[in-house]
């Protein structure tokens, strides 16, 4: 039985999705928010890291207006009803949430949020999938749609749904290689790029054109930077 009630089509479309977003890039974020677009149509993003209690920071805007995202961020972020701090549980549980997951249309229709910002910039609705992993939140991103499209559908959350988990995982891979990285020289992760192959330091040498007792320096650098005392304990860290 399919639990999610998405097509074959759709779930190609999510294996293509998580393939191209695997690749290291300059600025992760931006390239998930692309193929998003490319993939799926959600076209207006904002992309947010986030602390373990969902509080959001850091947006990168992908094809909203940005002086709403200066509004929301200066005025009207406290009344909005999908932030992550006002459904803690249910974000870690569901991961993607519309706002007509809420059941709160009145409400919403009502509130400052909907009367004074986002129907001032043609918005009409919104949803939100975080990004959680072991638990924790790791990001967050808000998607948006303009009155003359459609709301989001139950196949756009049940896709959300399943990418949750590989944003989450991609974004924390290159943020740790990218910490990982700013401990070594240039020539260090070189070196430690061998080690993981499993090159002996004589194949080390011969290839980085160094000579052994270097490659036995620089190795004893990069132990003692990731407080370990051999290749063993290295490989296991990394």
Not at 178 to 205: D, H, P
């Amino acid at each position: 039985m399919n639990r999610y009630s998405l097509t074959p089509i759709e779930y190609e479309r999510i294996i293509h999705f998580s393939a191209q977003i695997s690749y290291p890039v300059d600025n992760i974020r931006c390239h998930i928010q692309h193929k998003l677009e490319e993939y799926f149509g959600f076209n207006q993003t904002i992309f947010w890291y986030s602390d373990h209690h969902g509080n959001l920071s850091d947006p990168i805007n992908y094809g909203l207006c940005d002086r709403a995202l200066t509004d929301y961020l200066t005025e009207y972020r406290p009344y909005d009803l999908l932030y992550p701090t006002k459904n803690v549980e249910l974000f870690r549980e569901k991961k993607a949430i519309r706002l007509a997951d809420l059941s709160l249309t009145d409400q919403y229709d009502n509130s400052p949020f909907f009367q004074s910002f986002w129907k001032e910039y043609g918005y009409h609705d919104e949803m939100v999938v975080t990004l959680v992993h072991q638990g924790e939140f790791v990001g967050a991103i808000g998607m948006a749609q303009k009155e003359e499209q459609n709301k989001f559908t139950t196949n756009d959350r049940n896709t959300l749904h399943l990418l949750s988990d590989v944003i989450a995982s991609v974004l924390l891979h290159q943020l740790k290689g990218k910490n990982e990285c700013s401990l070594l020289t240039e020539r260090e992760q070189e070196v430690v790029e061998l080690v993981k192959r499993g090159w002996t330091n004589q194949v080390i040498a011969d290839k980085l054109h160094i000579s052994v007792n270097t490659v036995k320096k620089h190795l004893q650098n990069i132990y003692d930077k990731y407080s370990v005392k051999n290749r063993t304990q290295l490989v296991q860290k990394l």
